[in-house]
């Protein structure tokens, strides 16, 4: 977290007219940056961290960039896209800041007091510019070190994991249990994955997708016919996955019974065909 681009930003981006949203988005990306504005979140944490929907965040960020208030840099890992990278341009932020300062100082200060530029000199960072006081003061000023370097080492700013990886972990986790449950041998390829990926997105668990295993290898094995459905696109597709779960946790709520003992004990059904008594009650001939 750069504590000097967070006083810049908050300093000098609303002064300069952006938008609300937009002074959000800068002052997010100022907390996960370095102190020369390198940052790489997501956007789906930058819209959840903000309250905002992605595409918001995206525009934003696009409006950003061509008023030269950051560059962004596209990536990839493997075959797929990550986060970018961004770059906030630390020079027009500084500017912005003490711009603003200029203006709300010379205004309340003694020209007598103040330079020709109109600066007060008592607030000189002795590097050629001034530090916004709004900020809480540039710790720099009377210290021979660098802060920035003490914070780096002993409270390194932790690295935001993106969701999608996180996602893609987790579905290489359920396709390892369906092997594991089935004796299958489902590579970790885009058709296997993708139906899983996309209920985890959707917010259901590891362990509710496992549940739906294991009820259906219950449910089919033995049964040739039935359990060549044991696959991903058949147990997490998006019209059958809820009503498997739904069953999977009446299953477990009942200890996860074996399937022998699903017919015993169950409830009578009105709708249920019986077979026909042929007893002959006491006192009839037969």
């Known amino acids: 977290m750069s504590v000097k681009l967070s006083s810049y930003v908050w300093d000098g981006c609303a002064s300069a007219g952006m938008k609300l949203s937009s002074v959000a988005i800068m002052a997010r990306l100022a907390d996960f940056s370095s102190d020369e504005g390198v940052s790489w979140p997501s956007i789906e944490t930058i819209a959840r961290q903000i309250g905002a929907g992605p595409s918001t965040v995206r525009t934003a960020i696009a409006k950003l960039e061509t008023e030269g208030w950051l560059t962004r840099t596209a990536r990839r890992k493997g ?25 709300s100082d010379t205004s309340k200060s003694d020209a007598s007091k103040s330079d020709a530029s109109g600066n007060d000199p008592s607030k000189y960072n002795g590097k050629g510019g001034f530090h916004p006081p709004e900020s809480g003061g540039d710790p720099s000023v009377n210290s021979t070190t660098d802060p920035s370097s ?62 739906v ?24 597709g998006p019209k059958k996955f809820e009503g498997y779960l739904q069953s999977g946790i009446r299953w477990e709520k009942k200890g996860r019974p074996a399937r022998e003992e699903w017919d015993k004990n169950r409830e009578w059904d009105v709708n249920a065909i019986s077979k026909p008594d042929n007893t002959i009650p006491p006192g009839f001939r037969g």
Not at 79 to 84: C, Q, V
């Open 213 to 236: 295993i294991d009820l259906k290898h219950e449910h089919w094995n033995g049964n040739d016919e039935q359990y060549q459905y044991m696959r991903p696109e058949t147990l997490f």
């Open 150 to 211: 003490k914070s780096k080492t002993l409270c390194p700013v932790a690295v935001q994991p993106d969701p999608e990886v996180l996602i893609t972990d987790n579905a290489i986790v359920v396709l390892q249990h369906l092997n594991q449950v089935s004796g299958s041998r489902y590579q970790k390829s885009k058709n296997s994955l993708e139906n899983i990926r996309a209920r985890l997105r959707e917010g259901y668990s590891v362990s509710d997708l496992q549940l």
């Open 79 to 103: 075959n797929r896209n990550a986060s970018n990278i961004y770059q906030l341009n630390v020079a027009k932020l500084q500017a912005a800041a003490f711009a603003h300062l200029s203006e």
